[in-house]
């Protein structure tokens, strides 16, 4: 394999290994001097399939894109994420749910937050999408919300008791619908705009024990697969409301962690092959009509942890059980997946879900290679083989289509899946309209250039991406130059704005694409113009006479006639009113039948809508109700108008009234005149009329605008310098003033400064004479001081004197003493010697 080290602002690396299986095996390490493997928590792929998003448990998040081979570290978050989501209708924005219960809007070109949305109380666990990208539900162990991704405020909160407990609530593919699974094995299907309960699925069969856990769709949400802590798979069917299949996995499987559909192009949506993540680690791949094990990835060694398919089932995207990430490609894994079926085309027969026990249900996981049996159906479907007639002399030549394609062919294709294969379909509408592809007559209808009528389009269609504009402008502009009519028709926008959606990066197939379908599907429309097409109303309302005569009573005692049931779908050739998917569905019938086949559309779209129209009363409610969608399964319609097409007698047949289908001529396109043309000659001679007309009043009211603007402009000048002049007289006044005001200022200042000299001299003079007086009483205690020590000098020398005097005295009493002893010894002495 090759490996790549990219670097993410020094800090971390993640290494890129290739290999013939695994596309890219992902490991995110730290440059630490120890360094860790950061560890992988959640990935979810965009609605292209071609990029993902995966978040790790240190909350850093990057998209990683397959076609490009190249990653981008687009957030961090510094805390773990518990859901991701990256369908959202703006295609660059993506939802995270974080550990902190709060869920947020980051776009990952920006990388800038979008928004911040809070009201759970516990961990979000998953994040389910709307087909359409607009609302989201999150869900955690003790509710689901549903949020609205255009205001990012909370629509609808599913509170439920703490002894039941959410499993997941998810949205059905391609629908408004809801299905909640609880843990106790209750599921309920609900609509999303009123939350209505549509129907609840019947429990489990007696005797089996296992618990809900996981779930699995297919695309066209007509099966449900689920499981739990056990090897049994339940298969319900959503249509019938009943389990058809139970599936029994190997002996080594214990328990389902995860479960998913992987898609294929050609199946119709009716995935045949589920995905099943197992407790060993291993995903295993099953048919569920067949019950062949087709292929598995993952070891015992090298366990899955979670996996997602991306939508066109090109890829698998595995978080492993060491962290790592793992993309599959499932064209390696088997090459069964994503190639076109054999022409023999086998429908096979299964048991109505109503008589069929749980222990005739149970089949075993067997290995083999993938089978493509039919859908579950409510009631049994006698079988039948088509083969391929190779008897080419003998087919219709009107069938023969370009470049070797068969338009019964193609009808029996269209019969079996319900649509057309997503990758062929561009290539298929071109061939069943057999467009001449004119280059050059369709660059010199667009050499004329932008034509009168849709200079101004954006102002009455304002619409966000300039390119499409462009391109809804020029396809406008070439069809009103090459038919005249097409300048005032008001609802061409309409009409073609699908079309130029669809077929924006090549405009002549556009032109051409429109222009058959005005020549072919609009026959009469334009024979009433400027308005609607009556004698088309007529044929649509005698076909609802003759099939729904309730229905069409309950129509005229509301006084709702058909251009408000008919016309509204038909000038905007039901893109108000379907989804996308659901509208390439109908045109792919449309475009593979009669033109009458459109007409019986309306029909069959107001009888199977009858019930809720059956309770509508006011007109607005009715208005409302064909300018919008409703919940409504485009495959029910499609069914009733072949009923419709088979049933209506032939005297009001639209198809006895219509032409078969003619393709464009080559070379050049044919001449459009069918309409009352004096009608359209006199309206363009009115409008071009109205345009000179106009043209002089702009341009005499430009004159006088100019004049206006003159006077007004001396006008204005004069008044500026009238302005000016009392401006200067006032700033005058103003400056005498303020030098008045100086001046007074100045003599209260020098009042004010000789009271202070004043102050500042008197309290001068208290200061001398107060420091006088302090140098007197200082001298006068100098004095007394001297006096005290000249005093204690005399008491000290009459003190000295005084003792002197006594010490004199003593020392004269002691002599005197003295000399008494002496005279007395003297006097013994003399007496002794005598």
């Not at 961990?123 to 609205?148: E, K, M, N, P």
């Not at 959410?166 to 391609?174: A, G, R, S, T, Y």
């Not at 083989?385 to 087919?395: A, C, R, Y």
């Not at 019969?415 to 660059?443: C, D, V």
């Amino acid at each position: 394999g090759v490996s790549d080290y990219l670097r993410l602002r020094g800090l971390h690396s993640i290494t890129w290994v290739h290999t013939s299986r695994i596309i890219v095996n992902i490991v995110h390490s730290t440059s630490e001097y120890h360094p860790k493997v950061l560890r992988f928590l959640n990935v979810a792929f965009d609605g292209s399939g071609d990029s993902f998003i995966a978040g790790d448990h240190q909350g850093n998040i990057y998209v990683f894109d397959l076609h490009g081979n190249r990653f981008n570290l687009v957030q961090r978050t510094a805390q773990a994420c518990t859901a991701l989501a990256f369908n959202l209708r703006r295609k660059s924005e993506f939802l995270v749910a974080l550990a902190d219960y709060s869920i947020k809007c980051f776009d990952t070109v920006t990388k800038e937050l979008v928004s911040w949305m809070r009201g759970h109380e516990s961990s979000v666990c998953s994040i389910s999408v709307h087909a359409s990208g607009r609302y989201a539900i999150t869900t955690s162990s003790d509710t689901a919300q549903l949020w609205d991704l255009d205001t990012f405020q909370r629509k609808r909160k599913l509170n439920i008791r703490q002894s039941v407990g959410i499993q997941k609530v998810f949205f059905l593919p391609l629908s408004n619908t809801i299905l909640s699974c609880f843990k106790d094995n209750s599921i309920f299907a609900w609509e999303c705009d009123t939350l209505f309960c549509k129907y609840q699925l019947p429990g489990p069969p007696e005797g089996s024990n296992i618990l809900y856990k996981v779930f699995a769709v297919t695309r066209d949400g007509r099966i449900l697969a689920a499981g739990g802590k056990s090897n049994h798979l339940h298969l319900w069917c959503l249509e019938a409301t009943g389990l058809f299949r139970i599936i029994q996995m190997p002996a080594k499987v214990r328990a389902v962690r995860h479960l998913e559909f992987l898609p294929d192009s050609f199946d119709a949506g009716s995935n045949q092959v589920l995905g099943v993540l197992s407790q060993d680690g291993i995903m295993r791949f099953v048919n569920i009509q067949t019950c062949k094990l087709l292929f598995e990835i993952g070891t015992v060694e090298e366990g899955i942890s979670s996996s997602v398919i991306s939508p066109h089932g090109r890829y698998i995207a595995s978080i492993m059980e060491n962290g790592s990430l793992n993309v599959y490609s499932v064209q390696a894994l088997t090459q069964e997946i994503n190639k076109p079926p054999p022409p023999l085309v086998k429908v096979i027969e299964d048991l109505p879900s109503n008589t069929v026990s749980s222990s005739n249900l149970k089949m075993k996981i067997m290995p083999g290679r993938v089978q493509r049996p039919a859908r579950c159906k409510e009631s049994k479907i006698p079988t039948r083989v088509l083969k391929q007639d190779l008897t080419g002399d003998l087919e219709n030549k009107e069938n023969e289509l370009s470049e070797g394609l068969n338009k019964k062919r193609l009808q029996i294709l269209l019969k079996g899946y319900g649509e057309y294969p997503t990758k062929y379909r561009m290539f298929i509408w071109r061939s069943l309209l057999q467009l001449p592809e004119n280059h050059t007559a369709f660059s010199s209808l667009v050499d004329k250039g932008t034509h009168a009528a849709y200079l101004s389009l954006q102002k009455k269609y304002p619409i966000k991406s300039r390119k499409l504009l462009r391109v809804l402008q020029r396809t406008l502009s070439a069809l009103a130059h090459w038919s005249a009519i097409f300048s005032d028709t008001p609802y061409l926008p309409l009409l073609a704005f699908p079309f130029v959606k669809l077929f924006q990066n090549n405009q002549l197939i556009c032109f051409e694409v429109v222009a058959t379908l005005i020549i072919n599907w609009c026959q009469h429309w334009f024979e009433y113009f400027p308005n609607p097409p009556i004698n088309i109303l007529s044929m649509i309302e005698n076909v609802l006479a003759f099939h729904d005569k309730e229905l069409l009573q309950h129509f005229i005692d509301r006084d709702i006639t058909s251009q408000v049931y008919a016309w509204p779908l038909l000038e905007t050739l039901f893109s108000e009113v379907l989804t996308r998917e659901e509208w390439l569905r109908l045109f792919d019938n449309i475009f593979s039948n009669h033109p009458s086949f459109l007409l019986m559309t309306v029909v069959a779209y107001s009888t199977c809508s009858r019930a809720p129209l059956l309770n509508c009363t006011l007109k607005n409610d009715f208005e409302y109700f064909f300018h919008h969608r409703n919940n409504l399964d485009i495959n029910v319609v499609i069914r009733e108008v072949y009923h419709l097409m088979e049933t209506t007698p032939a005297d009001i047949h639209p198809n006895s009234m219509l032409d078969a289908f003619v393709a464009l001529t080559k070379g050049q396109y044919p001449i459009f005149n069918q309409y009352p043309k004096f009608i359209v000659d006199y309206q363009t001679r009115e409008w071009e009329r109205i345009r000179n007309d106009e043209l002089d009043f702009l341009r005499e009211r430009q004159t006088v605008e100019n004049m206006q603007a003159e006077v007004d402009e001396q006008r204005a000048k004069d008044e500026a310098w009238y302005q000016k002049q009392e401006l200067l007289r006032r700033a005058e006044e103003t400056r005498r003033e303020i030098l008045l005001q100086e001046e007074e200022k100045m003599a209260q200042q020098r009042q004010r400064l000789a009271a202070v000299k004043r102050e500042l001299e008197i309290k001068e003079i208290h200061l001398q004479d107060a420091a006088r007086r302090r140098l007197l009483k200082l001298q006068q205690d100098q004095r007394e001081m001297e006096l005290r020590r000249l005093e204690d000098e005399i008491e000290r020398k009459v003190q000295m004197r005084d003792q002197e005097i006594a010490a004199t005295a003593k020392d004269l009493e002691i002599r005197q003493l003295e000399l008494e002893a002496q005279k007395r010894l003297y006097e013994k002495v003399e007496s002794s010697s005598l």
